[in-house]
């Protein structure tokens, strides 16, 4: 596609079910990103794929959140007994260019838990 | 700790006028800084970079300044139009890294 995809756009949940986020990133991109950005607040680090290589998940903030990237394609971000302070928006983004890095972002799946 | 500090309260600006944003780190040596554009309800978009042996970088209106003494870049837009009323996102990097992201500045030109 022409720029990076994410579904659903909108996901209202109930406190305690799982959730799955999906992000297609722009064709050829190595690198994606998940974020997760609160109401009024800046851009929170949670996971970033770069190839083949293993994920750098040191911004998850807690088990109950997983990503999973098949091959240089599809990530999935799964939120696990959903909890009301996980509602924010989660954005994705990817990036080709491995040295300086600039990100095409998604416009975000807006997840709100009840 | 990587730290990222961006002007926490928002600018307000007159339409014409040059509005200079601020973007200090700290226990980092970027390569690049990169500057990123979102308004509300979108994702962030990006704007330009500048690398650590370029002192500005000009696109336009924009101008980047980037002190790698003071840890520091400026972010420049002259003749200011109500339609860069946004929040402007700075992110240090380099390559190999992840791409981390200040709180960013809200930016208000009135008419």
């Known amino acids: 596609g022409a720029g990076v995809s994410q579904s659903p756009s909108n996901k209202v949940t109930e406190k305690g079910k799982d959730v799955e986020l999906r992000c297609d990133p722009i064709?050829?991109?190595?690198?994606l990103y998940w974020y997760r950005q609160r109401l009024g607040q800046g851009l929170e680090f949670l996971i970033y794929?770069?190839?083949?290589?293993?994920?750098?998940k040191s911004g998850l903030p807690s088990d109950r959140f997983s990503a999973e990237r098949t091959g240089e394609s599809v990530s999935t971000l799964t939120i696990q007994r959903t909890q009301q302070e996980d509602s924010a928006v989660y954005l994705c983004?990817?990036?080709?260019?491995?040295?300086?890095?600039?990100?095409?972002f998604g416009e975000g799946s807006r997840l709100t838990v009840l | 700790s990587q730290k990222i500090e961006q002007n926490s309260e928002a600018l307000n600006i007159q339409e014409g006028k040059t509005a200079t944003l601020t973007c200090n780190y700290t226990?980092?040596?970027?390569?690049?800084l990169q500057w990123y554009r979102q308004d509300p309800g979108r994702g962030p978009v990006f704007l330009l970079l500048?690398?650590?042996?370029?002192k500005e970088k000009r696109k336009e209106r924009l101008k980047v300044t980037f002190d790698t003494t003071l840890k520091q870049s400026l972010f420049h837009i002259t003749a200011s139009q109500p339609a860069d009323s946004a929040t402007y996102l700075c992110?240090?990097?380099?390559?190999?890294?992840?791409?981390?992201f200040g709180q960013g500045t809200e930016l208000s030109v009135k008419p």
């Open positions: 794929f770069q190839g083949n290589s293993a994920p750098d």
């Open positions: 983004a990817s990036s080709l260019a491995e040295e300086t890095g600039e990100l095409f």
């Open positions: 064709s050829g991109h190595t690198a």
């Open positions: 500048i690398r650590e042996n370029e």
């Open positions: 992110a240090p990097y380099n390559q190999g890294g992840k791409l981390i």
């Open positions: 226990n980092y040596s970027p390569a690049y």
